[in-house]
């Protein structure tokens, strides 16, 4: 599969209403924590539920997600009630937002799933704490992979943050005098070298 075009590259800012029908913006580089942000197929159905509560349970189990204080969104092309439904159902406890107009999903560059049959294919984001988009998964059929994926990458940021605190290496400190003899022979001056030549022709 062809590397995403937005690896490496500031997150695009996202203004969707959400299921209580506010608009709901997000600039990921004004937020200062990592954003896990999961575009889905259809809310209610069963890989989309199974992978929304994932999230759900991760935020509230997970050590690893309130560490990092990790924002999860998540993303559909579903009308907001079906949204409100579909979180109080679930008692969701992040944002999911409804991009019914796809004008999110063109600016992530998220294509169609399973072959064109699912409206949105299942893709996250992990966005960095400075807004960079680090990494993406597309997987529409493996739901359960997509929190997994989120775990790895928040594992490899927190690591990043730690070594990135700690304090720079002590330089090398010289090595001391030694205090062995020179060992380099003498040279002998040339008037030294002439009367030893004097001596042997003598």
């Given at each position: 599969?062809?590397?995403?075009p937005?690896?490496?590259?500031?997150?695009?800012?996202?203004?969707?209403?959400?299921?209580?029908?506010?608009?709901y913006?997000?600039?990921?580089?004004?937020?200062?924590?990592?954003v896990?942000?999961?575009f889905?197929?259809?809310?209610?159905?069963?890989?989309?539920?199974?992978?929304?509560?994932?999230f759900?349970?991760?935020?509230?189990?997970?050590?690893?997600?309130?560490?990092?204080?990790?924002?999860?969104?998540?993303?559909?092309?579903?009308?907001?009630?079906?949204?409100?439904?579909f979180?109080?159902?679930?008692?969701?406890?992040y944002?999911?937002?409804?991009?019914?107009?796809?004008?999110?999903?063109?600016?992530?560059?998220?294509?169609?799933?399973?072959?064109?049959?699912?409206?949105?294919?299942?893709?996250?984001?992990?966005?960095d704490?400075?807004?960079?988009?680090?990494?993406?998964?597309?997987?529409?059929?493996?739901?359960?992979?997509?929190?997994?994926?989120?775990?790895?990458?928040?594992?490899?940021?927190?690591?990043?943050?730690?070594?990135?605190?700690?304090p720079?290496?002590?330089?090398?400190?010289?090595?001391?005098?030694?205090?062995?003899?020179?060992?380099?022979?003498?040279?002998?001056?040339?008037?030294?070298?002439?009367?030893?030549?004097?001596?042997?022709?003598?």
């Amino acid at each position: 599969m062809a590397r995403h075009p937005l690896i490496g590259q500031p997150a695009p800012a996202i203004s969707l209403p959400g299921a209580d029908g506010e608009t709901y913006t997000l600039t990921p580089a004004e937020r200062g924590v990592p954003v896990a942000l999961f575009f889905y197929p259809k809310s209610g159905s069963y890989g989309c539920t199974k992978e929304a509560c994932q999230f759900r349970d991760a935020l509230a189990d997970k050590d690893l997600f309130k560490r990092t204080k990790v924002e999860i969104v998540g993303i559909s092309t579903d009308p907001v009630d079906k949204q409100k439904e579909f979180v109080e159902k679930q008692k969701l406890t992040y944002p999911v937002l409804s991009d019914a107009k796809g004008e999110t999903r063109k600016a992530y560059h998220v294509g169609k799933g399973l072959f064109g049959l699912a409206e949105t294919a299942r893709t996250t984001f992990l966005i960095d704490a400075k807004g960079v988009v680090r990494d993406v998964l597309d997987t529409t059929v493996n739901y359960s992979a997509h929190v997994k994926f989120v775990t790895k990458w928040l594992d490899k940021l927190e690591a990043e943050e730690k070594k990135a605190a700690e304090p720079p290496a002590e330089p090398a400190s010289e090595a001391p005098a030694s205090d062995a003899p020179n060992t380099l022979p003498e040279v002998k001056t040339t008037e030294e070298l002439g009367r030893a030549a004097e001596a042997v022709q003598a």
